[in-house]
């Protein structure tokens, strides 16, 4: 009898003492090694900076620009409309609420894409998906957009098509007046290269 | 998956068959238990039958530790479950009215009717008690509407009121429950040494 | 481990512990099924509302307490808690057939008391208990066990302030049982 007794106490102790190793769903959801690594491998990631002036320049209301430099390099110099998130701060609350909203995609922007890629690998074990990066970063957007530089004559044609939307672009964002074609060309030439599906060139 | 009826699992036509099949559990677990004499119920306050504590909170500690694995596996979210609200001082003055009746009637509304079931007339006495003081209460009932809602804390939990996780809880009832059992398991017998009759 | 005494007098009580089990096990099941615990003093209030809404409509109604309960569309007996205590009763039958406990009409009683007194004291005994499960929001059933184990703060306030009220007043009443 008391044998028993002693049997149920233990079962029952440990039983109640196994609660306390029961996890909660309340942890974020993370990603599994596995899946991070294939995710990091592919390009899939990358937007160019072509992509993210075309999108600008058409307003689309998907795109969200977090730039993930110090608050001083975004105050020198930043992409129109979009949002200072340090990645020091990236943790910080509310700072989350900016992801993993359904439709909406999260462009990371720094200077050259390694701070940006840093970012995208946080976000992906925080289970957080739709976040993306700009190739080469604000010094490519400098070298493609702002500053294009003119292709041989006996380029491809591609390539023509893709500095004549280049020029645009930079008009766009610098407001240049110097260039030979106007605002009504620039979305001509947009239009037109989502056609061709023309092939990044530059960085 | 559940709570079952609330999660739509099982329809609201079934609600009163399940409620009654419930109860039936619910007496015949009492009854077999010997939650039918007064005699017994009242023990736990001499100590010369500690019934009452052991199913009490043998069930106590069951139910606690088993809600919480249903909750692990994903058979019951704790979160949708029916939590009593608290009203601070009228469930004090509350328990301390049943406490006295207790120990008068001998009896607990749920334990009272499986008295009944079994012929039991005091227990038939307690349950007519039961009912002129609901009455008397309800009848009564502007003279203390005031207090009646004061304290109102809202359906609060243990762990909302001390921010410590609920297995803290589950461990810490556990371990005095068990405690309990085996401190009065020798205070039951030497409280009957000296009893002369003690017939149920 | 019990005294021969006792194995002859005790009747065929299933063990404690394991009614223990069986009772939160209970409890569980009906968490799980219903989302919320068991009770019973709600089923006796539920009588009285019916009761008074029959003898007197008018007063039922304008009764703050009592109105709460009434429904036009069923009866106040309609009611969860009222097909569960009935339940209940037919469970207290049912183990009653088992064990071989129904008899004719008795009373339990201590040894220094006599029977009318013992009913008297039932009677006021279940007054004070149905006026405190209202204002402790349930009874041992209601509050006490189910609240606590669904680790509801005012169950807990409920439990102890039952059990240790017990033992607080329990050495003034001790010629009524031992």
Known sequence: MNRNYILLTVLMLVLAVGTLFLTTDDEPKQIAPEELLQQIIQPTRYVTTDQVAKMIIQGDPSLLMVDVRSADEYDEYALPGSVNIPLEELLNEGNMGYFGVPGVKVVFISNDDIRADQTWVLTKRLGVDGTYVMKGGLNCWMQTIIEPSQPDADAPSVDHALYAFRKGAQIYFTGAESATTDDGNVEVQVRRREKTNVAAGGC | MGPLIPNGVIGGGWDFVIAILLGVAFGFVLEASGFSSSRNLAGVFYGYNFVVLRVFFTALIVAMVGLLYFDYVGWLNLSQIFILPTFLTPMIVGGVIMGVGFVLGGFCPGTSFTGIAIGKLDALFFTIGLYLGIFGFSLAYPLFEDFFTSGDMGNVTLMEITGLPAPYFAVAFTVVALAAFWGTMFVEKRVRKNMKQYKF | ?178
């Open chain 3, 1 to 178: 481990m019990n005294l021969e005494k006792d194995t002859i007098q005790q009747p065929k009580y299933i063990n404690p512990y394991l009614g223990g089990v069986l009772l939160g096990l209970v409890v569980l099941a009906t968490v799980f099924i219903t989302g919320r615990g068991l009770g019973a003093s709600g089923a006796v209030k539920s009588a009285v509302v019916t009761t008074s809404n029959t003898i007197a409509p008018k007063a039922t109604e304008a009764n703050h307490y009592m109105s709460q309960f009434i429904s036009d569309d069923h009866s106040p007996m309609y009611t969860w808690l009222v097909f569960e205590s009935l339940g209940l009763l037919l469970g207290g039958v049912l183990s009653g057939i088992v064990f071989g406990r129904i008899k004719k009409f008795r009373i339990d009683k201590g040894p220094r008391i006599s029977n009318r007194k013992r009913l008297i004291l039932a009677l006021i005994g279940g007054a004070l208990f149905g006026l405190g499960s209202q204002f402790g929001r349930g009874c041992t059933s209601g509050a006490a066990l189910s609240g606590t184990a669904t680790f509801a703060l005012g169950g807990v306030i409920v439990m102890f302030a039952i059990f240790g009220t017990g033992y607080a007043v329990a050495y003034f009443f001790r010629k009524y049982w031992i």
